[in-house]
């Protein structure tokens, strides 16, 4: 039998082309299929796109409601995690009639704080720690600004009344103030004592920024001042840290500082001067009347005690030279000792510069009346501590 080479040629093309349409028929339905999945995938990252960016917008929403702009922004940058995390404190903080965003710019420490969020360790930052006593009363009733017109008052284009935003913020500086004054007290370091005086002198330092940015914009601060207890908490604090600093406390058995001045009351007197300087020194500029009132007692307070102490020794002094005049009058021990710390003026004379010399030399206990003339040649009493002399 012949072989027909032009029949094998013509089916070996026929082949070679069903073959090459199978091939490219193969590959067009790859292709349909590289391409479907493709559109589906892009409908996919659509779709998740899509719903990323409506929670967001939902978070972004939520935040507004306690936080300015720029906190917002700083919060969804890291993420929405802390995001929810910034909302359920903001949540938490409007309950209590408190300031998230006040919070939010809040100088931080090392240790947790209801008042202060850190969107680092937003779960660990409202975790309470413990804290000193907390205002009870509720947020006043909200004062709107109201619209400036011509039948307003003049002054009143100027000064207006804070809004609740404002009033809130306020507070929860001041209670943040309150818990950082109570743990600076409590700290069991004097490296954990510093940090506190640094966060809360910090913090007190914005307080008074937020205070004067409202000032000029017209608002009147007057009514953000501290409230009573607040301003208990200041002054009890500065005067409990003062004593324990220099070993004049100790605290009982429910924890609390008691002040230790048996034999100690010119070293007491003269603790309680340092800690009116410290006050004076960290609110003296405060324009807080009543708090300003409060502060100068400490130093009314403590002269009248001065004079007292001063005058009751010279009675116990002129008491033993009356009965060591009288022989059937009995001395008590114990106004014998008072009187032994009452130092008469010799006749040579005594001025205050040298009683101060005398007393740095160790002429002079603590507790020992000394008296003095003055530059008018009017006989006065000093008062020796072991941290100078009271006059």
């Known amino acids: 039998m012949g072989f ?5 040629v013509g089916g070996a093309s026929d082949n070679l082309v069903n073959m090459i349409k199978t091939k490219e028929a193969q590959l067009y339905e790859e292709q349909k299929d590289e391409k479907e999945r493709l559109r589906e995938a892009r409908v996919e990252a659509t779709r998740k796109r899509q719903a990323d960016e409506e929670e967001a917008k939902g978070l972004i929403e939520s935040l507004s409601l306690f936080y300015t702009p720029d906190q917002v922004k700083d919060i969804m940058a890291n993420g929405k995690a802390p995001a929810k995390y910034a909302i359920n404190h903001g949540e938490y903080m409007a309950g209590r009639g408190l300031s998230a965003s006040a919070s939010y710019s809040m100088p931080k420490t090392s240790v947790q704080s209801e008042f202060t969020f850190d969107i680092n360790d937003p779960r660990g930052s409202q975790v309470s720690p413990q804290m000193a006593a907390m205002e009870k009363e509720q947020v006043d ?3 709107r600004e109201a619209p400036v017109d011509s039948t307003q008052p003049f002054i009143s284009r100027f ?12 507070k929860t500086f001041e209670a943040r103030l309150v818990e950082l004054d109570f743990q600076r007290t409590n ?11 640094q966060a ?11 205070k004067e940015d409202l000032d000029g914009k017209g608002t009147d601060t007057s009514g953000l001042d501290f409230s009573k207890q607040s ?11 003062t004593f324990e600093l220099e070993g004049y406390a100790e605290k009982d058995i429910s924890g609390k500082i008691k002040l230790v001045q048996t034999g100690n009351m010119a070293n007491s007197f003269a603790l309680r001067y340092r800690a009116h300087g410290n006050l004076v020194s960290q609110y003296g500029d405060s324009t807080d009347k009543a708090f300003t ?3 100068n007692n400490v130093k009314n307070g403590t002269d009248q005690s001065v004079n007292v102490y001063r005058q009751n020794v010279y009675r116990a002094h002129l008491g033993v030279q009356r009965a060591a005049a009288d022989n059937n009058t009995t001395i008590e021990a114990q106004d014998t000792a008072t009187a032994n710390k009452f130092k008469p003026l010799p006749s040579e004379g005594r001025t205050k510069e040298e009683v101060m010399s005398q007393a740095a030399k160790g002429m002079y206990g603590q507790n020992d009346v000394v008296q003095y003339t003055d530059e008018n040649g009017t006989l006065k009493m000093a008062l020796v501590s072991d941290y100078g002399v009271l006059f």
């Open 4 to 8: 027909n080479f032009g029949a094998f």
């Open 141 to 143: 009733k909200a004062i």
């Open 159 to 170: 000064t207006q009344p804070p809004k609740e935003d404002d009033m809130t913020k306020a």
């Open 187 to 197: 700290a069991t370091s004097q490296q954990k004592r510093d940090e506190f005086d």
């Open 200 to 210: 809360y002198n910090n913090t007190l330092d914005s307080y008074q920024k937020f």
């Open 231 to 241: 301003r208990d908490s200041h002054v009890d604090n500065e005067i409990q840290r």
């Open 293 to 295: 009132t409060m502060i």
